[in-house]
């Protein structure tokens, strides 16, 4: 009886067979896009370490290898605004104020800008993805204008790429 009871409970853990549930899809979407805007708002403060190898051999190219790398901690960011498309991708916003930002990088920023904002786009997952659990994800930082200006002191830093409030 014990063993009958252990193949059951295997049995009903184990959910590839249905697809998602719209409710499922709609959340791994915004937690797609929540990851992405993360990784966003990450770039624009840390900026991303990139390493390219190329191999050229007999004039063509043999092996391109581009490898990037962002190993950073974000502390402080909110969510502004999140909305669902009519495709079933997710957008969401997050915001970090500038005092967070000098704490984490431990050195002073010098612009006039407060908020640093940065948007996500994540697709559902699709039924044939169900097996590896993964999501889509986009990219997409919003613009937007920086306080007092255009001038030097306004902008982010080297390599920021999303906008400030």
């Not at 909305?83 to 930002?101: M, Q, R, Y």
């Amino acid at each position: 009886m014990s063993i009958i009871l252990a193949i059951f409970i295997c049995g009903s853990s184990f959910n590839t067979v249905e697809a998602y549930s719209k409710a499922q899809k709609k959340l791994m979407a915004k937690r797609a896009a929540r990851m992405d805007a993360l990784r966003n708002l990450t770039e624009t403060v840390y900026g991303t370490s990139i390493d390219s190898e190329t191999i050229v051999e007999d004039m063509v190219v043999k092996s391109d290898k581009i490898k990037t790398r962002l190993d950073a901690l974000i502390k402080g960011a909110t969510e502004t605004d999140s909305k669902f498309n009519d495709d079933g991708s997710a957008e969401v916003t997050l915001e970090i104020e500038l005092g967070p930002v000098t704490d984490i990088l431990g050195t002073t920023v010098n612009f006039d800008g407060k908020v640093f904002k940065a948007v996500g786009m994540g697709a559902p997952p699709s039924d044939e993805d169900k097996k590896s659990s993964g999501s889509s994800y986009g990219s997409s930082v919003s613009p937007g204008g920086s306080s007092g200006g255009d001038s030097e002191k306004n902008r982010p830093p080297a390599g920021a790429i999303g906008s400030m409030k």
